[in-house]
């Protein structure tokens, strides 16, 4: 059901020994090309015909009612409801505080450089709807947007042909939650070509976010530069670095947990003890044969991208997942919380058994818009941060730029760029007296 791969003994970088994913997002940039041009040049017309051919749905319209977003709401399940209401509650705590404020730094009597926090105008916010139904993506996406003080946001979201060609219900439900009426019935490539482009229903947005498919990710690599993007996601991942005190049944419920989302999502079990692996394929078969979505959660733990990875210990087990870089890291070790603080590279990361992903995935107040596929060495998830644009300010006296004017001058020289020096004399009156700069000195 689950490969295994042997580090044991081995040196060097593990990157390319690893179990990863196959998203190739260049060889799908052909197919979203086209799509995007003619949204591009068609708009609204383009959109009614994409969705038919892609989703089997006739849309009179790509915007969402805002009656149809409100009795969404009515309708939803209390218990559903009472969730997203925690989880909003429990993402605002965390995201209010990742807020930055202005600051102002005096460089010289006279000379301020200020730097100054300032939403984008407008954002896309793209919520998947495939295999599964992504509410929670609503909040992950919606609430940091907010909270940096985003004035304009867009949701989209795939239409459901089993619900009538209409969003989801709990798609829409959350979004009325947390105040969004501008939501748009439109999924893949297309849905970001309409963000990019606008139509004569959608203003352009600045800035895209949001998981997608591998189709949605190439779009987003196509677009980039008209718009912003957050990043080019791939399938979901989790790696569980574990000890032999960890749990082998809590240990599979998790990697069959990111399983579900789709075939290609990655589960990987790094650990030193052979007894727990072999304990956690003993569960893995237990546990696999019960759940609901069994069919996919096998492929993907039998895929190339799912594997046990045997090494000699915690030092060995941290180089590997660091390597890795994982969009959830789980770490079910003694001391998990000291391991924890050595790890370099992950999306998030889960300190000990009480801390499972799915607590992330909803309610833990933390974002589950992650960088997957390695992207966590170099990157991070959503967060206030990814809506926010520092400005710097510039504000120099007269006295303040004579102070430092002759290193400019000299600096523009030494680059071959005089007229930059020129920029700098053309301040100063040399033939008024007391002038606090001579010509000799510039």
């Given at each position: ?26 060889a ?30 006739r ?11 409100t ?38 009597p ?145 990697l ?20 727990l ?42 180089a ?34 009480y ?88």
């Amino acid at each position: 059901m689950i490969s295994r791969i042997d580090l044991r003994g081995a040196t060097g970088d593990p990157r390319d020994l690893l179990p990863r994913a196959e998203f190739d997002v260049e060889a799908a940039l052909e197919k979203v090309r086209p799509i995007c041009e003619d949204v591009r040049h068609r708009g609204v017309a383009a959109l009614v015909e994409l969705t038919e051919r892609f989703d089997g749905v006739r849309l009179e319209r790509t915007r969402v009612p805002e009656a149809e977003i409100t009795a969404a709401l009515e309708t939803l399940d209390p218990k559903v409801r009472a969730a997203l209401e925690e989880s909003i509650r429990r993402a605002r705590l965390v995201h209010r505080e990742q807020r930055r404020t202005d600051h102002t730094t005096q460089v010289v009597p006279g000379g301020t450089v200020s730097e100054r926090w300032v939403p984008v105008d407008r954002v896309g916010l793209y919520v998947p709807g495939g295999l599964a139904v992504y509410p929670s993506s609503v909040v992950m996406n919606v609430v940091p947007a907010q909270e940096a003080g985003v004035p304009g946001i867009a949701v989209t979201s795939p239409p459901q042909k089993d619900f009538g060609g209409r969003v989801h219900p709990a798609i829409l439900a959350a979004c009325a939650l947390l105040g969004v009426s501008e939501v748009y019935a439109v999924g893949g490539a297309q849905a970001i070509a309409m963000f990019a482009y606008g139509t004569a229903e959608c203003a352009p947005v600045n800035l895209v976010t949001g998981p997608g498919n591998i189709y949605v990710a190439a779009a987003k690599r196509l677009l980039k530069g008209r718009i912003g993007i957050d990043a080019e996601a791939g399938p979901t991942e989790i790696a569980i670095l574990a000890d032999d005190s960890a749990v082998p049944a809590e240990v599979a419920a998790d990697l069959i947990s990111q399983a579900e989302h789709d075939p290609m999502a990655a589960s990987v079990l790094v650990t030193d003890s052979l007894t727990l692996a072999d304990a956690v394929e003993v569960e893995l078969e237990s546990q696999v044969a019960k759940t609901k979505h069994r069919e996919r959660v096998g492929q993907a733990l039998a895929g190339r991208q799912s594997g046990i990875v045997l090494v000699d210990g915690l030092e060995q087990g941290l180089a590997v997942v660091n390597a890795y870089a994982a969009e959830h890291l789980e770490i079910q070790t003694r001391d998990a919380a000291a391991v924890a603080a050595r790890v370099r590279n992950a999306g998030a990361i889960f300190v000990g058994r009480y801390a499972p992903v799915s607590l992330g995935d909803y309610a833990a107040g933390s974002n589950h818009v992650l960088p997957t596929g390695g992207c966590a060495c170099h990157s991070s998830g959503l967060s206030v941060q990814s809506f926010l644009r520092g400005i710097h300010v510039i504000d120099y006296s007269r006295e303040a730029l004579a102070e430092i004017a002759e290193h400019v001058v000299n600096l523009a020289n030494a680059e071959d760029l005089p007229g930059h020096g020129d920029a700098i004399r053309a301040r100063f009156d040399w033939t008024v007296p007391g002038s606090p700069v001579t010509e000799e000195q510039v």
